[in-house]
């Protein structure tokens, strides 16, 4: 990345806080024993687990060692609390995480196939609606004294809206989750505000308007290039089995996946995005970055739950 780029921000490498924005939720993750029936029960392995794209990723900053404040919602039930008793004892604030009086804590569902491969998934995401422009606004000086914000796309549009509005004008650092197929257009607008973006092969070929073929390296690199080309800094995309692209102004390139037994799939990807912010935060280079970003999303790809609770530097390393 060149020093015009960079300087494009006031300061990517402190020890401020990062600011972490988006969903928080109850996952129910389902893997089937065998071949799914319908319109019956299908045997399967169930696990319930905190996640949220948003409060994975604090939660892996959290254990990485780096300050990080989690701006997010959740019901005025036992689920909200024991989610924030969770999140607090892992280490991040939980100050400004609000609890709505009319939705419940929200939920994600997701069925995976015998193998372990992601089938589908339903969301509740209706509490957000709670994390307004206007709290936004009336937080705004989280987002001027952070090293770098991440938000997912769970937001409401106006809410996302006033994020990069206030990041822009302060030069901090956004770096951003499309979060799925169906939210990934909400970003599209922004890219010329990224640091970093992190989409998987579907929410890339919404994002930079090109085919993006998991197994196909020279697309998957065209359009990593081309979502730089259209103003993100770091652009990665994970592909899942073949690993992961990335692109600069300056360098492209592909690492491949660590060869993993899938236990589950859930909050894979943000475990990578968490340790890519980690990474750069502390000037660790791109290339190295990027392959300790992989072996956090085989750790977690190995092991039940988003999040792998005793996730450390050295354990990643480890994992190379």
């Not at 948003?54 to 959290?62: M, Q």
């Not at 004294?145 to 206030?166: G, H, Q, Y």
């Not at 989409?199 to 979502?227: D, G, Q, Y």
Request: hydrophobic share 45%; charged share 20%.
């Amino acid at each position: 990345m060149s020093q015009k780029q960079v300087d494009k921000f006031e300061d990517v490498s402190s020890d401020r806080p990062v600011l972490v924005i988006g969903a928080a939720t109850l996952d129910t993750i389902g893997r089937l024993k065998s071949e799914i029936q319908t319109h019956t029960s299908n045997p399967s392995q169930i696990n319930i687990s905190f996640g949220g794209v948003a409060r994975n990723v604090a939660e892996n900053l959290a254990h990485l060692g780096w300050p990080v404040i989690l701006m997010s919602v959740v019901g005025a039930d036992s689920i909200g609390e024991n989610l924030l008793r969770q999140l607090t004892a892992a280490g991040v604030n939980t100050d400004f995480v609000l609890c709505s009086k009319n939705q419940p804590t929200s939920s994600y569902l997701s069925i995976l196939d015998a193998a372990g491969g992601f089938e589908f998934a339903l969301d509740d995401m209706r509490a957000m609606a709670d994390l307004s422009s206007a709290y936004i606004r009336q937080h705004a000086d989280l987002i001027k004294e952070a090293a770098m914000v991440f938000i997912d796309c769970n937001l409401p549009k106006e809410t996302i809206r006033t994020i990069f509005s206030i990041a822009r004008r302060a030069r901090v650092p956004v770096c951003a989750d499309p979060t799925s197929a169906s939210l990934a257009e909400r970003l599209r607008k922004y890219l010329p505000d990224l640091y970093l973006t992190t989409p998987n092969s579907v929410e890339a070929s919404i994002l930079a308007e090109c085919s993006v073929k998991p197994s196909s390296r020279k697309e998957t690199v065209f359009a990593a290039k081309r979502l730089v080309g259209r103003g993100v800094q770091i652009a990665i995309i994970t592909l899942a089995e073949f690993g992961i692209t990335y692109a600069t102004s300056e360098t492209s390139g592909h690492i491949p996946a660590i060869r993993t037994k899938v236990v589950d799939p859930t909050g894979v990807g943000d475990a990578l995005t968490a340790t890519m912010i980690f990474s750069l935060l502390n000037e660790i280079p791109l290339d190295d970055a990027v392959r300790l970003s992989v072996a956090a999303a085989s750790l977690t790809l190995s092991q039940r739950g988003a999040v792998v609770p005793d996730l450390t530097l050295q354990k990643l390393y480890d994992q190379l």
